[in-house]
């Protein structure tokens, strides 16, 4: 039976909820996910001076042929969106620079160095995402950056993170599309502080002084990302989540939520609803934590579809920003890419697929019975004929056929790295 035969079995069982198919597939094409160029050469970037990964996170694994330039990044960055249906986005950090072998620090990066990357996104018709890059250098060694006690490394980082909302603004107005530059620092203490509040005032400084600094939000949206801990940062975070959910809120900023930055039973599709009834928008980097903040590749889990249910049955899908956050070392990069972002758009179409505003009617009148049985029942609903069929229109291919083509670029192109 053709795949479109399977859909139009699979959509009459849909439609006799109520539920607009065709509409929901529409929809979907217009959802752009922000895929992190990150996973695909394990956060090394390009700097002339590169320094060791550092900052609390880690990549384990040494899968051959990772991208070592930027030709070589955007070219699996294509391949990856080839197999990914729809339109989506890039996150680019700022140790992605391209300064033509010149030496030039974070602090001093302007938009000439992203040059490449924005030609690049208008011949693909992509959106670009930023990320100052503070961690992997030597005024972050220390594992304090924006809240350092130190008035010259606040300074340094100061100014390369007003450098970076410069830069997103670039972006953004090139591309017509207003770029999300997010802040996210490595600060926090291994073991117990004696003074929780003092870095955390000098944060709250420092971001004061990178917001004020003149940015056309027409064409940057400023976020910032909390943590819980990291590697050397286990008993303190000075961004944490209190932090930076007070600071949004009373700076009319993005918070941005990320799924492995909470207590392994604190679930972030729990948070989503809160949020939105105070803030006009959020942001999200979807990942997999795996005990610990450990960056695995999104799966198509119950958590990955509670998050799409609570942005799609609130209408939410213009207020969340949804970006990815993972780097697996241990597989191919593009397959990573790959199994992750089909999986964040898979779960979108899922979301749209149930039947949501029959669903909340049954809480409404305490018919808790009904609701358990029609969330369980629709896990087994058809939905699969649909995504098959989505894949199909959106010319990427079918199931696992795609991952052929990353087994034969790897052949011949992955394998030819040094
Ligand atoms: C590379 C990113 O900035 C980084 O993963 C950050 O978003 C984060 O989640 C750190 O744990
Ligand atoms: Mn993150």
């Known amino acids: 039976m053709s795949l479109k035969s399977q859909f139009e079995l699979a959509k009459s069982e849909y439609e006799q909820w109520g539920i607009q198919v065709e509409e929901a597939l529409e929809k979907l094409r217009d959802i ?62 700022a140790l992605y620079a391209e300064t033509d072998g010149e030496i030039v620090d974070r602090d001093k990066l302007e938009p000439k160095h992203f040059e490449k990357w924005v030609a690049w996104a208008k011949k693909h018709g992509l959106g670009l995402d930023f990320n100052p890059t503070i961690f992997s250098h030597e005024k972050a060694a220390d594992g304090l950056t924006l809240s350092h006690p130190n008035p010259e490394i606040r300074r340094f980082w100061i100014d390369h993170c ?70 050397g940062s286990e008993s303190y975070v000075v961004g944490s989540h209190e932090f930076y959910l007070s600071y949004a809120l009373k700076n009319n900023k993005l918070c941005l939520l990320d799924t492995g930055h909470y207590h392994p039973t604190e679930m972030v599709s729990n948070k989503i609803s809160s949020m939105l009834l105070f803030n006009e928008k959020l942001a999200l980097h979807v990942s997999r934590p795996v005990r610990w903040d450990s ?32 780097f697996d070392a241990s597989i191919n990069r593009i397959a990573a890419w790959t199994i992750g972002t089909r999986n964040m758009v898979k779960a979108m179409l899922y979301a749209m697929l149930m039947p949501n505003e029959h669903l909340k009617e049954l809480q409404e009148k305490g018919d808790y019975t009904k609701r358990l049985a029609l969330l369980e029942e629709f896990k087994t609903y058809p939905f699969g004929a649909i995504w098959n069929y989505y894949c199909e229109q959106m010319d990427v291919p079918v199931k696992e056929h795609w991952l052929a083509e990353v087994l034969e670029y790897e052949e011949r192109v992955l394998s030819q790295r040094k």
């Not at 909302?165 to 600060?187: A, H, M, Q, S, V």
């Not at 799966?299 to 990955?304: H, K, P, R």
Request: aromatic share 8%.
């Open 32 to 93: 752009p996910i922000s895929i992190h160029c990150w996973q695909g050469d394990d956060i090394d970037g390009f700097e002339v001076n590169k320094a060791e990964l550092s900052g609390g996170i880690d990549v384990t694994g040494n899968y051959p042929g990772k991208a070592t330039t930027p030709e070589e990044l955007r070219m699996d960055l294509e391949k990856a969106l080839s197999l990914i249906p729809g339109k989506h986005r890039i996150n680019l950090h």
């Open 162 to 231: 007003i450098a970076s909302r410069r830069i997103g603004e670039y972006f953004g107005k090139e591309l017509g599309t207003p770029c999300l530059t997010n802040i996210w620092i490595p600060d926090g203490y291994k073991d117990i502080p004696s003074d929780r509040l003092t870095p955390r005032k000098r944060l709250k400084e420092s971001l004061d002084e990178i917001f004020a600094a003149e940015v056309d939000d027409t064409f940057n949206i400023d976020s910032v990302e909390s943590k819980l801990f990291g590697i």
């Open 295 to 326: 960056d695995h590749v999104v799966t198509f889990d119950e958590e990955l579809k509670e998050i799409a249910l609570e942005i799609v049955r609130n209408d939410a899908i213009d207020k969340v920003m949804i970006g990815l956050d993972f």
